[in-house]
C-alpha cells in the first residue's frame, strides 16, 4: 500500500510552489543558517532562523500573498491546494491578526 502511495505521488505533476522551491532545500536550510549568524545584527531572532524550513518558507508565501491582495484563488494554485478550503485557513488566521490589532488600537484610544 505505502509503495503504491508513493508512486501515486511521484507520478503527480509537481505544483508550482515544488517547482520553485525544487529538491534544493538543503540548499535554503544552508542559507536559513547562514541568515541566523547575521540575524542578531538587524535585531532579528536568529532562533527563528535556525527553525525554519520549506514549510515554513511556504506556509509564509502564501500568508504574505493574502496579505498583499493576491485573489485566494491564485494563491490556492500557487500553493498547490486541492481546496480553496485549505487555502482559506490562512486569510481566517490574517483576519484574526486584524482584530487583534484594531481591538489594541480601540484601548489605547480608549485611554487617551
Avoid: N
Avoid at 540548499?27 to 535585531?43: C, E, I, N, W
Avoid at 485573489?71 to 490574517?94: F, K, N, R, W
Amino acid at each position: 500500500m505505502v509503495c503504491q502511495q508513493v508512486r501515486w505521488w511521484q507520478a503527480q505533476p509537481p505544483t508550482p510552489w515544488q517547482r520553485l522551491v525544487g529538491s534544493g532545500h538543503l540548499r535554503l536550510k544552508r542559507f536559513f543558517v547562514q541568515a541566523a549568524k547575521t540575524a542578531p545584527d538587524s535585531g532579528l531572532d536568529p532562533e527563528r532562523f535556525m527553525k525554519a524550513s520549506t514549510h515554513w518558507m511556504r506556509h509564509t508565501f502564501v500568508r504574505q500573498a493574502l496579505v498583499d491582495g493576491v485573489p485566494i484563488e491564485v494563491v490556492s494554485e500557487l500553493a498547490g491546494h486541492a481546496s480553496i478550503d485549505t487555502t482559506s485557513i490562512y486569510s481566517t488566521q490574517e483576519l484574526a491578526r486584524k482584530i487583534r490589532a484594531l481591538q489594541t488600537m480601540r484601548h489605547r484610544v480608549a485611554q487617551s
